[in-house]
């Protein structure tokens, strides 16, 4: 089974939306500024529902994704020792380097006397502590949202085991990790975020049984609503409970992070028919910049806006710092591709250069050929 263009594409726009909600997720405040608190009123809620409801769905649909490509020619044509060197170079490697870059000025920063309680206090952390900070071994890493490639990788080592059980035993597998996933207060030690595990396999599950995933755009405005729909009545439930949720309101939330998948699959039929749609598909490899960079930016702009303003007009800060930050993450992603180009493989996983191979293919076949070169026929494709 291959992915067509149609596919490709959509798979492309989920994870620059996706990943740009995540942003919103990641927006810092303390506690005088927690929604929970409610001095905002609707705009509290709001931040409720973008960042603890609708865009929670984020991780667990990119990793239904991974596990989908991860599979999409078959069980014969898996490679294991292959994918397993080639997601060190694309997985493994930005996640050091990300995560060891922002340990290495965080350790800068506290010894001059800043950071503290920004970021976790890393000259105190015991060196089990530390490890984690720095690795992800036990909990959350400095780079907070980078624990996604920490997991990622405990599930393309666990790959081979997954698809072999979801072929044999394909209900009762998704059956149990989908209720380890949405039971609260239960930890698996493999794995920082349960969903990621179950959301991985059933993209694994989607591949070997060659499901079509058009199949249920017949239904894009039904469960697009629906999914819409669920994340506001969850938010009004976690913004009259929260922060700490009731056992059956935390097991929705669960739940809904990883049937939204779905939901944002079918809004994706609708959006990528647009000429906006399709020209957030082709951002390429602009989605794991964002993914990578947004977390320390957004922290560095609340630092410096608790020194020049305190807590004074949150709102201002929310709005304002998601606008600066995918500003600057879109500037930045274009300087240093553009002018730092082999530093910009390294930190992307060598995404860049997968990008620009899949646009000059697009262009082929659409029939547009560099100039002097005429398209290939399909016959000499």
């Known amino acids: 089974m291959t992915v067509d263009q149609n596919i490709s594409s959509r798979i492309n726009l989920m994870r620059i939306l996706l990943i740009s909600g995540i942003v919103f997720v990641h927006v810092p405040y303390d506690q005088a500024t927690s929604p929970y608190l ?9 931040r409720v529902f973008l960042g603890d409801s609708l865009f929670r769905v984020g991780v667990p649909c990119l990793s239904a994704i991974s596990g989908y490509l991860l ?3 078959g069980l014969d044509k898996f490679d294991y020792g292959k994918t397993l060197r080639s997601k060190a170079k694309t ?5 050091l380097l ?15 006397g800043m950071g503290i309680g920004y970021f976790p206090d890393l000259w105190s952390a015991s060196p089990r502590e530390f490890l984690s900070y720095a690795f992800a071994t036990e909990g959350l890493p400095v780079d907070i949202p980078l624990y996604f490639l920490r997991d990622l990788i405990v599930c393309l080592l666990l790959s081979p085991v997954l698809a072999f059980l979801v072929r044999r035993f394909p209900a009762p597998t998704l059956g149990v990790l ?3 996933a949405v039971m609260p207060n239960l930890t ?11 959301s991985f396999t059933l993209g694994v ?5 060659r499901i079509d995933l058009k199949a249920i755009d017949r239904f894009a405005g039904v469960g697009t609503a629906a999914t819409v729909a669920a994340a506001v009545l969850l938010s009004i439930a976690q913004y009259r409970t929260g922060p700490d949720f009731p056992w059956a309101v935390d097991m929705v939330r669960n739940a809904l992070s990883m049937a939204g998948a779905f939901g944002f699959w079918l809004l994706s039929a609708f959006v990528i028919r647009s000429s906006i749609g399709q020209r957030l598909a082709n951002t390429g490899s602009l989605s794991f910049w964002i993914f990578c960079a947004h977390y320390p930016l957004l922290v560095g702009l609340w630092m410096v806006w608790n020194r020049v303003m305190g807590d004074a007009a949150y709102p201002v800060f929310y709005l304002g710092a998601v606008t600066t930050s995918l500003i600057i993450l879109v500037v930045s992603n274009s300087l240093v591709s553009r002018h730092l180009p082999g530093v910009y493989e390294v930190l992307t996983g060598s995404r860049g250069r997968k990008a620009k191979l899949a646009a000059a ?6 029939g547009l050929a560099p100039a002097g070169k005429p398209a290939l026929t399909q016959q000499q494709r």
């Open 188 to 198: 698996l030690v493999i794995v920082l975020k349960k969903t990621i595990l179950f």
């Open 361 to 366: 293919q697009k262009s082929h076949s659409s």
């Open 98 to 112: 990300w995560n060891l870059g922002l340990l290495a000025v965080v350790l800068i920063i506290q010894r001059l």
């Open 91 to 95: 997985v493994a490697l930005p996640f």
């Open 205 to 209: 599950f989607l591949a070997l049984n």
């Open 38 to 46: 409610g001095p905002n009123g609707f705009f509290d809620w709001l």
């Open 178 to 180: 989908f209720l380890l």
């Open 71 to 73: 599979f999409q020619r």
